[in-house]
């Protein structure tokens, strides 16, 4: 804190002689004071899900203040807005904009554009937006209320609606199609068009402790399939986390997630309904989306509904420098964080019938 508020004053004597209005420099003074409050500064929302009533640390004994890797905080502006020139340091507004400033912190949002550019399929907004361009000043610095979550009401800005409307917006707008009347209301914009889900997969806090080092401590990332989870009644992308704790306790999170790899086209039909998945899943059968395959982790490519009870992900330990399969001597602890939802037999029976209409 006394960090931040030194940053204040210096910034605002800095504005002062470089001419700044007065209005204009008590706005950024109190995106300053709120930013103390903000989830990059707290990172409430990690702590808040780690150590929930049914989170990780009922698994670890860890509470999150204990974590040596709970470090993903943004500690001042400088973070940020600090450029370093030949003559001097400065505050830099172009700085902040810059996505690459996003992405020294935001490791999972830049694995995800790499495996999009690997697989020669970049998101469609790559290339001509910035993170900045949807996420807004109030949510980076915050506003003053301590949110529990960037899900949390009134936490964030950002949608595809600010954008994409149906009555025009400043882009493409969102077509009148049979798809769009059909789903209205009971589907978000990504459980159509986010490509699929993001996970660095099988995170072991056995491996985590012993090496410091979260890259060695997963087994996998992975980005083949799609996870559907409901948020606030409506069907939207999400991802998971598998965890394992001590003693190979496995653990698993279910939450809505928003994938930076955004298709223009939404799906065709039959990729969501009476797939292999869903048809197991709305028998109530189980449905296993991953296992080893010539020492290889594999997952199923396709839409995978949340019916938490019945998915049977692989959970893995590592021995050398190998990750291999293990039997858990019970089921995994499952939670469903940052509010998600599990889908209804409701939707299951939906997606689980053959459509046939245009898109």
Same mark, same amino acid.
């Given at each position: 804190m006394r960090q931040l508020a030194v940053f204040v004053l210096v910034f605002a004597l800095t504005c002062l002689s470089a001419g700044w209005t007065h209005a204009?420099?008590?706005? =950024?003074?109190?995106?300053c004071e709120c930013f103390a409050t903000s989830l990059h500064h707290t990172t409430r929302g990690m702590s808040h899900w780690y150590d929930a009533s049914d989170g990780f640390s009922a698994v670890t004994g860890v509470p999150y203040k204990d974590l040596g890797c709970k470090g993903c905080h943004v500690a001042s502006c400088n973070d940020c807005h600090l450029k370093k020139t030949d003559d001097c340091l400065g505050f830099s507004l172009e700085m902040a904009r810059q996505s690459e400033t996003c992405l020294k912190c935001h490791a999972?949002?830049?694995?995800?554009?790499g495996m999009d550019k690997a697989a020669g399929t970049p998101g469609v907004h790559m290339g001509f937006l910035a993170c900045a361009d949807c996420h807004t000043a109030r949510e980076v610095h915050g506003d003053g209320n301590c949110y529990d979550s960037m899900r949390a009401p009134g936490a964030m800005d950002a949608k595809c609606t600010n954008c994409h409307k149906p009555e025009g917006g400043e882009y493409t707008p969102v077509p009148a199609s049979t798809s769009h009347k059909v789903h209205k209301d009971k589907l978000d914009c990504t459980a159509c068009h986010v490509s699929n889900t993001m996970? /660095?997969?099988? /995170?072991? %806090? *056995?491996?985590? @402790?012993?090496? *410091? @080092?979260? &890259?060695? &401590? %997963?087994?996998a990332k992975a980005k083949d399939f799609l996870l559907l989870v409901k948020f606030e009644g409506r069907v939207t992308s999400g991802t998971l986390q598998t965890l394992v704790g001590p003693d190979n306790? !496995? %653990?698993?999170t279910y939450v809505p997630y928003f994938t930076h790899s955004i298709m223009p086209q939404g799906r065709k039909c039959e990729e969501c309904h009476a797939t292999d998945a869903v048809n197991v899943l709305a028998k109530g059968g189980r449905f296993? !989306? *991953?296992?080893?395959?010539?020492? @290889?982790?594999? %997952?199923? @490519?396709? =839409?995978?509904p949340l019916v938490p009870d019945r998915l049977d992900w692989p959970f893995l330990e590592k021995k050398g420098k190998d990750w291999t399969v293990f039997a858990p001597d019970s089921g995994p602890m499952i939670q469903l964080g940052v509010y998600a939802e599990p889908l209804s037999d409701t939707d299951l029976k939906k997606m689980n019938t053959k459509q046939t209409y245009k898109q």
């Open positions: 204009a420099n008590e706005e =950024v003074v109190k995106e999972r949002e830049k694995a995800t554009l996970t /660095c997969y099988n /995170c072991h %806090f *056995g491996v985590l @402790k012993e090496t *410091g @080092k979260k &890259s060695e &401590s %997963f087994a306790y !496995p %653990f698993v296993a !989306p *991953g296992g080893m395959e010539n020492g @290889k982790l594999v %997952f199923y @490519k396709g =839409v995978i």
